[in-house]
Nanobody, 124 residues
Framework: QVQLVESGGGLVQAGGSLRLSCAAS?????????MGWFRQALGKEREFVAG???????YYADSVKGRFTISRDNAKNTVYLQMNSLKVEDTAVYYC?????????????????WGQGTQVTVSS
């Protein structure tokens, strides 16, 4: 059973930066997993933010392209989300997700494993 634990959330002013981490355990093939970051703002549906395939392909939502960067350290079984130039509208709970070996999906239903989420609040 894969377990995901996010960290790195917090309160930051608009224009600032945060780096989220997602530590995975319970699998020996993490490096091949499709990984995604999603977020859910209060009263809204969970939405795709960024994804990283086992082959290294990266994908971003248009709203974060050029500001956020997803990466992974397979030696540490960890995926990161570097968030720069943060905006008030980036405020949400951010979730890490894994869908097993394969490609990235923008659909929440395609992910088998989820972390507990970490709150990101951007103030004006």
């Amino acid at each position: 059973q894969v377990q995901l634990v996010e960290s790195g959330g917090g309160l930051v002013q608009a224009g600032g930066s945060l780096r989220l981490s997602c530590a995975a355990s319970g699998s020996t093939s993490f490096s091949s997993y499709g990984m995604g970051w999603f977020r859910q703002a209060l009263g809204k549906e969970r939405e795709f933010v960024a994804g990283l395939s086992g082959g290294g392909g990266v994908y971003y939502a248009d709203s974060v392209k050029g500001r956020f960067t997803i990466s992974r350290d397979n030696a540490k079984n960890t995926v990161y989300l570097q968030m720069n130039s943060l905006k008030v509208e980036d405020t949400a709970v951010y979730y890490c997700a894994a869908r097993g070996p394969g490609f990235v999906s923008r659909n929440v239903l395609d992910y088998n494993y989820w972390g507990q989420g970490t709150q990101v609040t951007v103030s004006s």
